[in-house]
């Protein structure tokens, strides 16, 4: 009886344990969210869903809009690792990777994760929130810029999260070659 008892506590513990995990796919947050700011316009990243859309759906684009304190501009980085940084730079004697952390951005409000859409490879490609699913196209290097601000470079493309159009309101950000230390259009706040 003792023993059936045992079995019976183990074996709820391990379910409980599985739907924690488990629930809807997604990481848990980190602890500290914070709102994901670019240098020139200094405003927030946010899903900004279109018509027949709600901002819990998976493919709403993300855009840049004057910050409100709201739950849907905050966001959490969970570091998945660390690797070498797909901006090495080289010079005269090769080329130096630096280790960076790779991570999830996800989205405090919707629980989705920053993503490059359709997993494509170009410039302009748009940025959304998607399911966090593991998949190359919504892991993010933490590269350093300047200062406390960072670029975040797609471990899938090796390119950058780029406003197109720096102090517009509602402006939908995309991905684009790094270009290096003088593009304030791809730096940005990092959550912590």
């Not at 690792?81 to 999830?104: H, I």
């Amino acid at each position: 009886m003792r023993l059936k008892r045992s079995i019976g506590l183990l074996m709820a513990t391990i379910a409980a344990t599985l739907a924690t995990v488990l629930v809807a796919g997604q990481p848990a947050f980190a602890s500290n969210p914070g709102t994901i700011n670019n240098l020139i316009s200094w405003m927030c990243l946010q899903p900004l869903p279109g018509p027949f859309q709600t901002i819990y759906d998976n493919g709403v684009r993300i855009a840049q809009m004057p910050c409100n304190g709201s739950t849907e501009q905050q966001w959490s980085a969970v570091q998945l690792g660390t690797g070498k940084d797909p901006l090495k730079q080289c010079g005269w004697t090769g080329c130096v990777y630096t280790p960076e952390s790779y991570n999830y951005i996800i989205n405090r409000l919707t629980n989705l994760c920053l993503d490059v859409t359709d997993a494509r490879t170009d410039d302009r490609a748009e940025i959304q929130q998607y399911n966090c699913n593991g998949g190359g196209s919504e892991i993010w290097y933490k590269h350093p810029y300047i200062d406390q601000l960072f670029q975040y470079v797609n471990s899938r493309t090796a390119k950058c999260l780029d406003v197109p159009d720096g102090t517009v309101n509602a402006t939908y950000v995309w991905q684009f070659h790094c270009t290096g230390g003088s593009n304030g259009a791809q730096a940005f706040v990092f959550p912590s």
